[in-house]
């Protein structure tokens, strides 16, 4: 199994400090393998955290949830999705959106994530984080690589502790 937490855990107790109510949107296509972690993901927390954290399964448009978000007034807002960091597959980090320009494929959804977080921390003034994961194979398919679904098992987790804390 990959070092695929380099020290996540750690990494998101500290983001997730004072944090009241938190979003966790997965973001992914379904029919592109490991792209879809990111919703797997949010699948996995769905019925396990509390009321403060909406768990919204964005797929390719989170876009499309910009309203739902912002009404739900977070105070923290995790973006979870694959993208092409040049680690190794199944390897996780958590990067601020403002670095996000530093990698060269971050991803190939239709809005930049990037505007999508601006437009959130315009309208909210939440925290905002991308909770990125190198995929292993992205062509057209079901279901995660082995190294990606591990690494979705310890996200899983790794945040059902820190959100049920």
Partial sequence: MPN???NLREELAKWLTDSKRVVVAGIGNPIRMDDFVGVKIVQNLQGKVPENVYLIECET???SFLQPITEFKPTHVLLVDAAVLGLKPGEVRLVDPERATAFPAISTHVLPLRIFCEYITATTK???AL????PGNVEFGEGLT???QAAAEKITQILLELLTA
């Fill in 4 to 6: 695929n937490t380099y």
């Fill in 61 to 63: 448009v989170p876009e």
């Fill in 126 to 128: 939440a925290k905002i």
């Fill in 131 to 134: 909770l990125l994961v190198e």
């Fill in 146 to 148: 082995l190294e990606v």
